[in-house]
């Protein structure tokens, strides 16, 4: 992935969003690349919160931003704190302004040119779970990165309760992670259409391994998109905030129900 340059607070900023994510069961985070410095944004507020209530997202013409927009604001903010190096605070103006929606022949390009090759400045080699004093040094911390994993190797859907757990397991250059439930995934589209499957389906949980997940989103690339969250005690464990296949599918969201 490019290095990105120094941020400018000045003027516009076009932003191609790769995350709207559950932040809690009643709001989302929204984080993505700035076109001009190939650096990573996550959203916050002035108090350094990263959850939006849905109504934050909406444009004017009544739909929600989603994953793979790109979108136009007025300015940028940033506001870093270890390891939340990429948190900034949006000028949407009035309302954000969806530039364009990245269409389908496009996706597996544009997902290629932002991807990372390992997630070693967002999770160490061999760790699961972060402390302060596991950041990576000289700078080169970071809480969020995209991969294009070696071999996704399953989903999991199941009910918690009444809610929807949905667990992504892969392998990337040589490490296993998420084990036999995967890594919590906060994606809201895919949450949605878990929770559409296992209803379908009549079923309390729903296993895909990697074959019948590239063949049941129709691609036979998928990227993910890896962040650290806070955890009790000042740990940061990681969680797949996007879900990236190069082909479309359909999961109407419900945001009463994310």
């Not at 929600?64 to 704190?81: E, I």
């Not at 998420?178 to 499957?197: E, F, N, S, V």
């Not at 009790?232 to 990681?238: L, S, Y």
């Amino acid at each position: 992935m490019p290095t990105p340059r120094s941020p400018k607070n000045q003027g516009p900023r076009t932003l191609l969003l790769l995350v709207v994510a559950r932040a809690d069961p009643s709001r989302v985070e929204i984080a993505g690349v700035d076109t001009a410095t190939n650096g990573w944004i996550r959203a916050v507020d002035t108090t350094g919160e990263r959850a939006f209530a849905p109504d934050r997202i909406v444009l004017p013409d009544g739909t929600h931003l989603q994953s793979l927009d790109t979108v136009r604001v007025a300015g940028v903010t940033p506001t870093p704190r270890m390891p939340f190096v990429e948190a900034a605070v949006l000028d949407c103006g009035a309302d954000p302004l969806r530039v364009a929606h990245i269409e389908e022949r496009a996706r597996s390009r544009t997902l290629a040119e932002h991807a990372a090759p390992h997630l070693d400045t967002v999770l160490p080699t061999g760790k699961r779970v972060l402390t302060a004093k596991d950041f990576q040094p000289g700078g080169r911390q970071r809480s969020i990165a995209m991969i294009r994993p070696d071999q996704l190797q399953h989903l999991h859907f199941s009910y918690e309760g009444e809610d929807v757990r949905v667990g992504v397991s892969f392998r990337h250059r040589g490490q296993a992670y998420g084990g036999p439930t995967g890594l919590p995934c906060a994606d809201i589209k895919l949450r949605a259409y878990a929770r559409d499957a296992l209803r379908k389906a009549g079923s309390l949980t729903i296993m895909l391994d990697g074959r019948a997940c590239y063949s049941r989103f129709a691609s036979p690339r998928i990227y993910l998109t890896i962040g650290l969250v806070a955890g009790d005690e000042e740990t940061f464990w990681p969680q797949v905030l996007g879900f990236h296949p190069i082909h479309e599918y359909r999961a109407p969201i419900d945001y009463e129900r994310l």
